[in-house]
């Protein structure tokens, strides 16, 4: 279920919620999932604006969303155009504006994984040791710190509202959810596999408290999907012109890049993201 919480973030939106944009008000507002840190995020995609830009003469901001719906519900008002989505966020994105699409993604979203760490000494070595302990979760609509872990729990029989001790949590984002296991808040947890060993390898992670013991089957993920309307706001030939812009990055962009996590991206389409949908649609997340 989509929590729709009404957050102005750029541009203007008429009563029926589609986008309505004057002469001085075009400007491709950029949007991202806030799955980790804010000050790393803005970095990233204020970066990231500036090269787009750049690279298609448009004039570009990136706006910070304050959860996961509220950017659903801003790329549902036409006040995002570009939107760097969870597979969950996308299928649910595109489902309330029909004729959005995927267009790229890092090639590891094709084959993407969330792991499950816990804290050391508890002996856990396979999801069904979870049965009793504490868990948390990342947010509530993310693909990769719920959906598809909670799918793989059941998979293997664990039902997450009876089988832990007390209800699991949802902590908000990837780098919160291993901070709470670390800390001893809770005593395992899942999250996205490429912010675990980003922190890894920062070193940001003390391992004598907490560790990883299981890895996910993969399944398709992040995307860049483009709003419907961005050739009436913009001008024909936008959508081909931001596409070419994110599949033309390179050792140019190498700063930008290290910043998702990649060396490229590639591209993509809705059809890709059809096994996330339907496993939200088992789980009751969507209709």
Known sequence: MIIMIAVVIGGCSDS??????????????????????????????????????????????????????????????????LAWFGGLTGVQARELVPGSDAIAQRPRDSQFHSVFIAQSGLNVKSLKNLTGLSFTFGSESSTSGHLMPRYFLLQEGINAETDFEGMPNFSGSHDKTWKLVESGAYQAGALNEAVWQAALAEGKVDTDKVEMFYTTPPYFDYNWTIHADVGEMFGPGTKDKITDALLSMGQEQKEILALFAADSFVETNNENYQAIEQVAAELGIIK
């Open 16 to 81: 029926s919620g589609s986008a309505a944009t004057s002469d001085a008000d075009k400007v491709l507002v950029v949007g991202a999932i806030p799955d980790q840190n804010i000050s790393d995020l803005t970095r990233r995609f204020d970066l990231f604006a500036d090269y787009l830009g750049e690279k298609t003469g448009l004039e570009v901001k990136y706006a910070p969303s304050v959860d996961y719906a509220a950017l659903v519900t801003a790329f549902k008002r036409g006040e995002i155009q």
